[in-house]
C-alpha cells in the first residue's frame, strides 16, 4: 500500500524537508580540508536541535545493528552509510557525501549531497554531475499516470550514458510518517512497469553511483559502510519529491530555508 499524503499531512511534509536540507546546506559549509567526518555528524546534531528534529538514522536498526551516528558521511569510495570517525579527516580533493534524514512531528524528510572538498578532480566532477542530472530525469519521470519504471529508466538512462555504474544493492523509496515506505525505487529498471504513481505520493529518489562500471559493492568492517568493490569513487545525490500532477515534474521538497536571513519553518507559506 502506498500512502497519499492529505494535505495537513504535506503541509508537515513540506516543513520536515524544509529542515532537513537546512541542515543540509549548512553542513554543507562545514566541509573543508582538515575537518574530521565525526565533526561533521556533530554539527549534524546541533543542527537538528536547532530546528526541533531528530535523526532518522540515530539508533536505526538493521540486521540487528543500531546506526550509532547522526547522519551518514561517506567518502570517496564510500557509496552509502558511512559513520563519522575523529580520526577520517578530510583531504582536499575528497568528495564527500552526507544524507540527512530528519523527523519532526511525525513526518521524515530525507536528502542527500555529494560535495568536493576544495575542488576534485574533473573525472569525479563529471560522476557527481551525471548523478544529479539522474536525479533530475527521475523527478521529471515522476508524474501522475507514469509508473516507478518510468523513474528508475530514467535515472538508469542517464547514469548509463555517462559510462557509471548504478549500485543495484539499495533503492530510493516512499517516505512520510516512516522513513522507508512503499513504493521501493529502484534505479534501473524498465519504463512502463512498476507501481502507478498518484498525485499525493511522496518518494526519495536516491541515484547511488561509481566510477567503475559494474556498480558492485562490498560491506566494511564496521557492518554499515558500503563501498564500491573495485576502490573507485561512488556518488549519492537525494531528494524527497511530491508527485502532482500528469502535467508537472513532481515537486522537490527538500529545499533549504533561507537561513542565513535567520528563515524558519513558521516563517513558511503554506
Ligand atoms: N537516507 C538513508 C536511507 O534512505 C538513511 C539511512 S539511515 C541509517 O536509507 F541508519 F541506515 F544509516
Ligand atoms: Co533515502
Redesign the pocket.
Known sequence: MIPIKSERDLRIMRQACAIAATVLDRLCQEVREGVSTWDIDQAAKRFMAEYSCRS???????GGL??P?Y??VSVNDEV??G?GRSDRILRRGDIVSM???VIYKGFVG???KTVAVGECSPETARLIDFTARSLEAGIDAARAGNKVGDISAAVQRVVESGGYGIVRD?T??G?GRG??EDPAVPNYGRAGTGPLLRSGMTL?I?PMTTAGRSGDIIFGDDG?TVLTSDGKPSCHI?HTVLVRGADLPAEILTVPLDWRNGETVEDMRL
Open positions: 532518522a538514522c540515530y539508533k536505526y536498526r538493521a543500531r546506526y551516528n547522519i551518514c552509502i552509510h559513520i544524507d540527512v534524514c530525507d536528502n542527500t539499495f530510493g523509496h517516505v522513513l522507508h526519495a536516491e554499515w537525494e
